[in-house]
């Protein structure tokens, strides 16, 4: 099945379910109800309820989501199944007290019971039902496609090969044509005498000259089309497709999330750097006037860095060295201490006394906020380094790093800044960071730099 058809079909059980739960609160609601023989105190009346609807319509999927039930199994067992639901079902219970715990509402508790228990059976009831439906000889007849494949005889074995089982069953092989041996002429035959609903196209060591016609007569049938282009990559990156010229292009994103997602962080730097900023003022103007008095030299140190994909910009920090430092450092080019491009001493003789204690606890670091609204810098990413250092790299592959915005803190300096001694090991933390982001491991990834910055771990 198409991953997008799949999606769809799950959105709408999750629909179905959700309605199954806002019923099953209105049968344990009438159940409760009903009980006079019980001599049970009297029950409130429903319109208090009202708004636990839509509550459990939706924290029930998501229950149900969270313990795989919407997968797809590998081996379909119905006794996995009824363990998902029940285990959906008792989660659901759990957060309906939590929230009417964190709401002080005093509910039966009977009915937020019943609710759970009724709610696995309609639940479990209406999966048997559309299984059954399914795999019903009728509905298999609709729901597979007849296709027609159009490719290379060893391209279209190799894709064909690599189908699921699921997908096997959807699709009925009418042809398995070369593109090179027919015509537009004889494909719209075909479309007619087979009433074909999908082309797959397997454009792999086809010209492009020889798939057009073929294309546009699909399209002037109105059947729908199936294109694989045939484009190995082993990249982690997320496959899109887009439009460019009116055209269909295919577009990588460096980060495996959704383009909202990379649209909050940037709102939410914004944000941040401006309340941090404002809030940390008192705190720059200390540590502005102890740099004044402590040494001679600036008070701010500027640095050209490589930016997004690799673009020089002025990163900003408060002087930790004496004022000398640059020219000094080729004469502590025996003393690195980092495997790698990157220049990194223990006890670098440059830092002045103050500089220490500001690197130690990453105070030194503060102005960078200012790079982050000029939007140079994120609050959370992969460290910048000098463009002499970047021009260093050994491996072309490091440079993958530099495909989303530095930040002031990541993986590497919650997992032990300068304790880590090899660049290789830096630079698989930053990989990692990109390939895993998610709003909430930027979240996590703040909230540990805390702990690490105060009790100045890995700093020097």
């Known amino acids: 099945m198409l991953a997008q058809t799949r999606q769809i079909r799950v959105r709408l059980l999750q629909v179905a379910d959700g309605t199954l739960f806002a019923v099953a609160l209105t049968l344990a609601y009438l159940a409760r109800a009903r009980f006079p023989w019980l001599d049970l105190p009297e029950l409130e009346t429903f319109d208090k309820y009202l708004w636990l609807l839509p509550t459990v319509g939706g924290l029930g999927p998501a229950m149900l ?6 997968r797809p199994a590998r081996i379909p067992s119905r006794l996995m199944v009824v363990l998902r639901v029940l ?3 008792t989660f659901l219970v759990l957060a309906l007290i939590l929230i009417l715990f964190l709401t002080r509402e005093q509910f039966a508790r009977s009915v937020v019971i019943m609710v759970g228990a009724l709610g696995a059976l309609l639940v479990y009831s209406r999966h048997e039902l559309v299984a059954w439906i399914e795999a019903s000889r009728l509905a298999q007849a609709q729901s597979r496609r007849r296709v027609l494949w159009l490719g290379l005889p060893e391209e279209n074995r190799r894709l064909q090969s690599v189908l699921t089982a699921s ?6 092989t ?9 015509s537009a002429e004889k494909l719209t035959e075909l479309l007619h005498v087979h009433a074909i609903n999908l082309v ?4 792999a060591g086809i010209e492009s000259p020889l798939v057009s016609p073929l294309l546009a007569a699909c399209e002037r049938e109105g059947v729908e089309l199936l294109l694989r282009p045939g484009l190995l990559t082993a990249s982690p990156y997320r496959l899109e497709v887009d439009e460019l010229g009116g055209e269909a292009v295919f577009f990588y994103r460096a980060q495996a999330a959704p383009a909202s997602h990379l649209f909050i962080k940037r709102v939410l730097d914004y944000l941040l750097a401006t309340v941090l900023l404002a809030a940390l003022s008192p705190l720059y103007l200390a540590v502005a006037l102890a740099v004044r008095l402590s040494s001679p030299g600036p008070i701010l140190y500027r640095q050209p860095r490589a930016g997004l994909n690799g673009r020089a910009f002025t990163m900003y920090k408060f002087r930790s060295m004496r004022a000398d430092a640059e020219q000094q450092q080729a004469a502590l080019a025996s003393q690195n201490e980092m495997r790698g491009p990157v220049f990194k001493v223990t006890h670098d003789p440059r830092v002045t006394p103050l500089g220490r204690i500001l690197r130690r606890h990453s105070l030194d670091e503060l102005p960078q906020l200012w790079n982050v609204l000029r939007g140079e810098m994120s609050l959370v990413g992969p460290r910048p380094l000098p463009l002499e250092e970047v021009r260093r790299f050994a491996d072309d592959a490091h440079r993958r790093r530099l495909s989303v915005r ?5 993986l590497w300096q919650i997992s032990g800044r300068n304790d880590i001694a090899d660049f290789e090991d ?4 930053d990989l990692a960071y990109i390939d895993q982001w998610s709003l909430w491991l930027d979240c996590k990834i703040l909230c540990a730099t805390i702990p690490v910055a105060l009790l100045g771990r890995g700093g020097r």
């Open 65 to 70: 989501a969270s313990q795989g039930f919407y």
């Open 87 to 89: 285990r959906g079902a």
């Open 167 to 172: 997908e096997h069953s959807a699709l009925e």
């Open 174 to 182: 009418v042809a398995d044509l070369s593109p090179r041996e027919l």
């Open 200 to 203: 797959i196209v397997n454009l």
């Open 406 to 410: 530095p930040g002031l803190t990541c």
């Open 426 to 429: 830096w630079v698989r933390l």
